[in-house]
């Protein structure tokens, strides 16, 4: 298996709502991302996770939650966004977290968040 | 902090030309650029990378340059076909767990 697979592709929210993506890799792969991606713009880093630990957290608020339950598994805990955040979020990982690893992208979840 | 500029930001080819993307960034700490290509409404996917111990890659129809010591890297794609009409990120890893994106270039191949 050479993919990066992500639940649900769409997902509708209301504000008030708790929801959660998943995402999972069965590549082995000891390193994996969260990004979000709005319309005509570059993926934007939000987490990094290596060997199920969380290493980066680039300031995202608290809103959004990370998890790694295991070395194939990560989840992205949502809870009372705005609607700014509706957005694609996606998955990505690499086989560690070193300058040289090429990282693979999920097809993403297409958030929006009403 | 890492900067990538990538150039041009919308790019429109005859089918059949040559399309080339640029990328200079500022920080010569890096050792790796892949290049990504996303069509509408998919995943970014990996097209061609380099490391810095390599001043070309060629995979088919697609190459890649670095000039390390100018620090910029290229994207030449030749004998264009619609399938190539997507959205192209460059990106560099400068030495850390972060991948640094371009801001992307709108490839258009006119049939």
């Known amino acids: 298996d050479t993919e990066v697979t992500q639940t649900p592709k769409h997902l509708v929210m209301g504000m008030t709502n708790k929801k959660s993506l998943k995402c999972e890799q069965h590549?082995?792969?000891?390193?994996m991302y969260w990004y979000k991606q709005k319309a005509k713009k570059p993926p934007e880093l939000m987490f990094v996770y290596s060997y199920e630990k969380l290493s980066i957290n680039e300031s995202v608020p608290s809103r959004f939650s990370p998890e790694c339950p295991n070395s194939s598994l990560l989840n992205l805990h949502l809870h009372a966004l705005q609607p700014e955040d509706s957005a694609l979020y996606l998955c990505a990982s690499s086989q560690e977290t070193s300058a040289q690893e090429t990282q693979y992208f999920g097809p993403g979840t297409r958030l929006l968040v009403l | 902090g890492e900067n990538v500029e990538q150039h041009p930001s919308t790019l429109s080819v005859q089918e059949g030309d040559s399309a080339v993307i640029k990328c200079t960034y500022s920080?010569?700490?890096?050792?790796?650029f892949p290049w990504y290509k996303q069509e509408l409404g998919k995943r970014p996917q990996l097209i061609i990378d380099i490391r810095s111990n390599v001043g070309e890659k060629k995979d088919q129809r697609i190459a890649v340059t670095l000039n390390k010591t100018a620090k910029h890297f290229s994207l030449h794609i030749t004998e264009t076909q619609p399938e190539d009409s997507a959205v192209y990120f460059c990106a560099g890893n400068f030495g850390n767990e972060k991948l640094t994106f371009g801001t992307g270039t709108r490839l258009t191949i006119i049939p």
């Open positions: 920080d010569s700490a890096s050792n790796y």
């Open positions: 590549m082995g792969h000891r390193a």
